[in-house]
């Protein structure tokens, strides 16, 4: 129930911030996608908590471990298992939060909805559940890659009050991982990094957007009505803990364009029908027109900080929380390759649905 996400290239994940392990079971790969443990394990590596002094310290390698589904490094196309094993859960360290509702977090409305919750470290609802995401999202990586000439990259564009500038068309992974924010501007990163740090000294916390991209999308993916291509995309993006908002191409810009402004005007170029604008961020009608996919996502400051906040227990008595234990001041850094995944794994189901449409 709301554990799975995708029609063909479908993925259920599993397991709490504190529990055993966390892990997904991918269904629907097709056989012999060529794919190493080592290429799942790098995308890992980009989420990993401790990757830097502006991200939580909790020091998880995050190791991956197959268990079933791929062979000599192929899929089999039987469902695909990825386990990875918690190391270093402090449990202890949110004893004090038993039977408190924390600001802004999941769990007043976990209690809610199921009357029990697993406090220690949110549970279900922490963001440690999109290891298995990201895992997945490396397979679907692959299959874009090598089946369809298709990519998918996603950067750091905005912390706080400081917006990057990027040409979308040029930007390499490269450019995004050369420094610890995943901001591809020289001259806005430094910045960056100087409000986090400001931040984490005084018990704050920022928020800020990521723009996704996908290259090499051809025309025709994506489904009427109700799964539009934009609107799954909207759905996985949205379903990203911290994650306030979504737009696609102009977004909510448009609202003051004019329509002969707006509209995406046809022409031919070497036989193949493109569009002189791309205010529709490649999506018209909800099916990719071949243009650059691009959208962004909007994220909260972290819910967790320092300062003393106003919140109930669970009897529902006042008290004054002091947070402790170890978070992000900045989610942002580490939720890029989340992006990936999640528009990986939109665009691989999407592939297949399209590649199934004709006899």
Known sequence: MGNSFGTLFKITTFGESHGPGIGVVIDGCPAKLPISLSEIQTELLRRRPGQSHITTPRDELDQVQILSGIKDNLTLGTPIALLVMNKDQQSKAYDHLKEVYRPSHADYTYSEKFGIRAWEGGGRASARETIGRVAAGAIAKKLL???????????????????????????????????IVRCPDPEKTPLMIQEIEKARKDGESLGGTIRGLARGVPAGWGEPVFDKLKADLAKAMMSIPATMGFQIGSGFSSTTMTGSRHNDAFYMQDNKVRTHTNQS???????????????????????????????LTTDKK??????????????????????????????????????????
């Open 281 to 311: 961020g490649g999506i018209q009608g909800g099916i990719s027109n071949g243009e650059l996919i691009y959208f962004d996502v909007a994220f909260k400051p972290t819910a967790t900080i320092f300062k003393t906040q106003e919140t």
């Open 145 to 179: 890659s090598h089946a369809f000439g298709v990519s998918v990259l996603s950067y750091v564009s905005g912390i706080y009050t400081l917006c990057a500038t990027v040409d979308d068309n040029t930007v390499q992974l490269e450019d995004i991982e050369n420094n």
């Open 318 to 359: 006042s008290l004054q929380l002091q947070a402790k234990g170890r978070h992000d001041p900045c989610v942002l850094p580490r939720a890029v390759p989340i992006i990936d995944a999640m528009t990986a794994l939109v665009l691989a189901d999407h592939a297949l649905r399209q590649k199934v449409q004709f006899l």
